[in-house]
Structures are given as C-alpha cells and as structure tokens.
C-alpha cells in the first residue's frame, strides 16, 4: 500500500470513460475497434489487441474503406477488444473531439486515436489528413489548442488543423515579397524574420492552432516528396536527382 | 495597449499603425488583419560583444497577432514608466514605444563577473522602460515577489529578472564542506533587497 501521495489511484473500473485523465493523458472506453497511431497507447486495463493495420485488413475489409492513406498505413495500428485504453504523447496536450457528420483536417503527427466510424483521407496539403463523418478522435498539440475565426494567418509550424472552411492558400509576408521582387533574388541572407510564409484561411469556420511552433518530424515527409517526384519527366527526374546527389555530398 | 493573455503559453498583442510590436523571429504563431513582419536588423559588432542580440523583428501593419515560444511559459509585465531588467533570451515581445539598452549589470568588479557567470545571463542584460507591455518567457511560470526594504535570496537559475530600486548581489557559501562534496547544491545565492519586484521562475531549468 502505498501512503502520502496526494493523488486519485485509478483502476479499471475508476479510470475516466472517454475522457481526459489529466491534460496530458485520455482514456477510452474501448468496446470494440478504435484506430491508434503507432506508440500513442501508454497503459491498458483488459483483453485488448494492438494489431498492425495492414495485418487487420486481412481479416476485416472495412478498414481499407476507413483508412483512405497509403502514405500513413505504416504509422497505424488497430486496437481491438474491451478495457481502458490510455493513449498519451510524450506530454503533450491532449484533447478529444466530436465530429458530427462534419469534417476537420489535421496535422498527421498530431492525430493520435479515432474511431472507425470516422473516414480518414489524405489532404491536399502535405502531412494533413481529413478526418470525415461522425465519431470521436484525440489530437496533441504542444501546449493548450486555441481556436479561432477566419480570416486569419497562421504560422505552418503552429498550425493544428481546421475545420468546416476552406483549405488554406500561401501568403507571403508583404515586406519580405516586396523585397524578394525588387531585389530578384529569393535566399536574401539575414533579411528573414522566419515568418515570410503563412497559411491563410478564408471562408467560415474555425482554424485550431497550438500554443507553440514545435513540431514533431513527419515519418512520411521523404515517401510525400517522392510522390510528387512522379510528375517531373525523366529528363528532369534526373537534372533533380543529380542536385540532390550534390546537395548530399556537401 | 496592453498584452492580452490566450492561456498560460501564448499572449495576443494588438497591432495598429501607431503601436508596433518587437518580437522575437519566429514567435508569431498567426494573426488576423494585416500584419508585415520586418527582420530588425542592429548595430554590427555590438551583439557579438555583449551576448545581449537575440534576433527580433517587427510586426506593423493592423491587426491582432498571437506570439508564443517553444511551449514556455509567458508573464505579460506592464511598465509605467518604471524599468525591468531581464535577460535577451526571456523578452518573447514587447511594445515597440518602449526604450531598451543594454547595461552591465551592477557596477564592475569581480562578483559581479562570477554573479554573471553563476545566473548564466552573462555580465550583460537588458533594461527595458517606459510605458507598455512586456511579454517575458520563462520555464514553468513566473511568480513576483514584492520587496518593500527587506532582502530576499533567490537561486541563480530560477531568477527571471526585477523591477524597482532593487541591489542584486550573489553570495557564497562555499567552505570546506562543498569542497568535500556535501554541500546543499545550494552553494551560491541571490540576494535581492530594496523596493521593487523581483520575479521567480517555478523551476531551475535554464532554456
């Protein structure tokens, strides 16, 4: 038994059911499957399976009806069974939302669970899925989630995601455009306040941003920048292949 | 126009065409209205000598902008007319209206070289006066605590910066028993006295 410490001890019955343990911990009420991104799970109370998401599909042909990315079938697995599941990211804030029957787009590295009765897609802006339908999903974010109206200009590195409006366009800082069109050039050494390039939302809706610019690295950027590589010629496939080559070697 | 605080990380700053704001490069998180941001550029050499150059810029224009940095904590601090001194690092923004100068801290001599040395600020730090907002980063929170003739000792690291006719001093205890390895890990200390605000981070973890 342990005494003197000042804090609630939870088990399985005590745990939260669908809610937040703390700000920084969440646990579901698991009755069946949720999808979880790899390493997202950090305790659990049950007989619940963690399988690799290309292993479940074998057996269950919804989830490539659910799962619309290629790009990220890698970074997920599906947790199946009864418990409490506890999903957490190394400290970050983690909130849950409710979709219904809507839309919100999301920063991949921030999305940590969802349920499969939610359609999750690619989004045309790199490293962003959508998230379609009715259910409950749990994002992280570096510090609390603000939310807040178009029009608004968000800093990409501090962007969470958005929902309802429009995806963004980039907007250059006006200063920085002015000088990059006068002086021709477009790497101008120590002219750069880091805040040259913004997402710029318009439309109605609500843009989610956190609370700082640290970002987690995309374990799909390489395969993201490839893809697009499948647009060039062969010619110009191999001018690129040549520059990188370079730029590697340096 | 005073900061406004979003939650405990993230401050928003109005943004007119009389007021701008200096920033930190690259705390903007976003902004409504029509914000420019400008690289500051400063005096060739000086940042190099004093270590008190950390790379700000400009935002003008109209509108609102939200700043926050790396997930620290931010204390907005408002100036009337008084002076706070803090180091560059901690500044996450502040009205463009107020004057900032660089000074040496205490008048010379050789414990306020090692009293540098021990805060890691250096010898240098940077005032900031006259009427405005400051937004002042530090990690785990700021608390202040008022000084009204008596003295107080703070730990080196968790000291964030003060306000008012403070003296700061660093004092030593070191003996034969830190010598010896059984020291408290406490062996320097500040000690603050005077009439003004001394504020304190909740943690002794530099950034």
């Given at each position: 038994?342990?005494?003197g ?14 809610d ?14 949720w999808?979880?991104?790899?390493g ?8 619940i ?7 479940y599909?074998?057996?269950a042909?919804?989830v490539?009806a ?7 079938a ?7 069974g ?6 957490g990211?190394r400290?970050n804030?983690?909130?849950?939302y409710?979709?219904d ?9 921030n999305?940590?669970?969802?349920e ?5 897609k690619?989004s ?16 992280s974010?570096?510090?609390?989630v603000i939310?807040?109206e178009p ?10 995601g958005?929902?309802d409006c ?17 002086a021709g ?8 306040s880091?805040?040259?390039r913004?997402?710029d939302?318009t439309g109605?809706?609500t ?5 700082s ?13 490839e ?5 060039l010629t ?7 292949g040549?520059?990188?080559i370079a730029?590697?070697?340096? | 126009?005073a ?9 928003r ?5 009389q007021g701008?704001v ?8 976003g902004y409504d ?13 000086a ?11 400009a935002?003008?224009?109209?509108g ?9 904590y931010?204390?907005v601090?408002v100036?009337?007319g ?8 901690r500044?996450?923004?502040h009205?463009a209206s107020?004057q900032?100068s ?13 009293r540098?040395?021990?805060?890691g ?9 006259g009427?405005?907002s400051?937004?002042?980063l ?13 003295t107080?000792?703070?730990?080196p690291?968790?000291y ?11 004092k030593?205890s ?9 020291g408290s ?8 006295s ?11 973890e530099?950034?």
């Amino acid at each position: 038994m342990i005494s003197g410490i000042d804090a609630t001890v939870y088990d399985a019955q005590s745990l939260p059911s669908n809610d937040n343990v703390n700000a920084y911990a969440f646990s579901i009420d698991l009755d069946g499957e949720w999808f979880t991104s790899k390493g997202a799970m950090i305790a659990y109370y049950g007989a619940i399976e963690l399988s690799g998401l290309s292993a479940y599909a074998s057996h269950a042909a919804w989830v490539a009806a659910r799962f619309s990315s290629p790009l990220y079938a890698q970074e997920w697995v599906v947790a199946s069974g009864r418990g409490k599941l506890v999903i957490g990211d190394r400290g970050n804030d983690i909130n849950s939302y409710d979709l219904d029957n809507g839309n919100l787009t999301i920063k991949q590295t921030n999305l940590l669970a969802f349920e499969t009765a939610l359609e999750l897609k690619q989004s045309i802006i790199p490293g962003f899925v959508t998230l379609i339908g009715t259910g409950k999903f749990l994002a992280s974010s570096n510090g609390p989630v603000i939310f807040v109206e178009p029009p608004f200009r968000a800093d990409p590195d501090a962007l969470l995601g958005w929902a309802d409006c429009p995806s963004p366009s980039i907007h250059y800082d006006y200063h920085w455009m002015s000088q990059s069109l006068s002086a021709g050039v477009h790497a101008m050494f120590g002219r750069e306040s880091g805040e040259e390039r913004q997402y710029d939302f318009t439309g109605a809706g609500t843009v989610l941003l956190q609370s700082s610019e640290v970002t987690r690295h995309d374990p799909a950027l390489a395969r993201i920048v490839e893809q697009h590589t499948h647009l060039l010629t062969a010619a110009a496939a191999g001018v690129l292949g040549h520059k990188l080559i370079a730029r590697s070697q340096e | 126009m005073a900061f406004e605080s979003v939650n405990s990380k993230v401050v928003r700053a109005q943004i007119s065409q009389q007021g701008a704001v200096l920033a930190r490069r690259g705390a903007m998180l976003g902004y409504d209205g029509n914000v420019s941001f400008r690289p500051l550029a400063h005096a060739p050499g000086a940042g190099m000598i004093t270590g008190e150059s950390n790379k700000m810029m400009a935002s003008e224009g109209s509108g609102s902008v939200l700043y926050g940095y790396r997930g620290l904590y931010v204390t907005v601090i408002v100036l009337t007319g008084d002076s706070l001194s803090v180091e560059a690092d901690r500044i996450l923004a502040h009205d463009a209206s107020l004057q900032t100068s660089v000074e040496m801290i205490a008048q010379g001599g050789v414990r306020s070289a090692v009293r540098g040395a021990m805060t890691g600020q250096g010898l240098f730090t940077t005032r900031i006066s006259g009427h405005g907002s400051v937004a002042v980063l530090s990690h785990g929170g700021t608390f202040p605590l008022q000084l009204s003739g008596q003295t107080v000792g703070v730990d080196p690291q968790a000291y964030v910066g003060h306000s008012g006719a403070l003296q700061v001093d660093l004092k030593s205890s070191v003996g034969m028993r830190h010598l010896v390895g059984r020291g408290s890990g406490e062996a320097f200390q500040l000690h603050v006295s005077g009439h003004g605000t001394v504020y304190v981070q909740a943690s002794e973890e530099k950034f």
